[in-house]
């Protein structure tokens, strides 16, 4: 599949893993995605609050847009981007 419809893929229905690391882990999965937390380091440095997704094993990265939603799979909760980054988020 072409690299740009796999970021597609990636965001139409967009969840992550997980906001709160900053490292990317040891033994990620092809379409492995995450919230890159504050202080990231390793393949992550200065892409906080973006998001980072795993394709043909290699990091790529997409700034969200205002208004964006996204499922955060260890908190259970959907979050909002808004100007002042991801929200904390609602219950689902």
Known sequence: MDANLKLLDAV???S??????GTPPA???NG???IVAAG???????KSGQIAVRIEAAWSFIA???????????????SA???????VGIAI
């Not at 992550?16 to 690391?21: E, I, L, M």
């Not at 990231?40 to 200065?46: D, E, L, T």
């Not at 969200?64 to 959907?78: A, N, Q, R």
């Open 40 to 46: 990231a380091s390793g393949a992550w440095v200065g």
């Open 27 to 29: 033994a990620p999965a």
């Open 16 to 21: 992550v893993k997980s906001r709160g690391q």
């Open 12 to 14: 139409l229905q967009l």
């Open 64 to 78: 969200p847009k205002i208004g964006w939603t996204c499922f955060i799979e260890d908190e259970s909760v959907l």
């Open 81 to 87: 981007y808004k100007a002042s980054g991801w929200s």
């Open 32 to 34: 492995d995605r995450y």
